[in-house]
């Protein structure tokens, strides 16, 4: 128990110093951060999550609203801070007013919520989605799940092999979509909010449609929209539509 104990701690103090050495600076967020996942490992993960998403929403077939999809995300694609990956935007057959973005820059938006918006509201969404991508929203949860993790069975299991490779990659992944569907912290969703109002001005979109999206989402969701769709995992909506207010004024005015 002693060597297993040991063996952690030297596990835990490896992770700080590795930590240590991965300080990069972040355009979007304008930090310096600490990013363990290589933007490779990252679109991996995607890659390796979107099977489960799709099992449980599929894509639409509904070919006109992909192409008007995909028309307002390669416009704010081409302005994002973040360029080291490709961004892929697919539609889903879901009426539910929600977006969400899978690591990797795979950014989808249900039916419904592209039937109620405006290509200018739209557009504020797909940017709001490309800003967690571009923050590195997403990969931080998880980097922070899985040092968690890490350390746990490193201080408590040691490290013998085992043969349960396959069943700790899918163990991962479902960790990974998990924390996809849970909701982002107020700090993050006020930083995407800013992002996605500079992507959408940069791109030739009207920034303030991000407040009619938000009060128009707001409006469709009715009595319950502090746990249903784009607010279940987007929420906070009246103090994000007040520092919406506050700070597109602020960016106008510095362009």
Known sequence: MVKKILRGFIILFSIMALAGCATTYNPATGRNEIILISSSTEVSLGQKVIPQLLKEYPLSDDSGLQKRLESIGSRIAEVCDRQDIGYKFSVLKNKELNALTIPGGFIYVNEGLMKVLNDDELAYVVAHEAGHTAARHIVKKIQS??????ILTAAFAGLGGDSGGAASALSAVDT????????YSRKDEYEADRLGAKYALRSGFDPYA?????????KEEGPNWKV????????YADER???LKKFIPELKNSK
């Open 145 to 150: 799940s899985m040092a968690y993790q890490l």
């Open 241 to 243: 539509i007040a520092a």
């Open 176 to 183: 990974v979509y998990g924390l996809v569907q849970l909701s």
């Open 228 to 235: 249903l769709g784009y607010f279940r995992t987007h929420p």
């Open 210 to 218: 991000s407040i009619l999206a938000l009060e128009k989402i707001k």
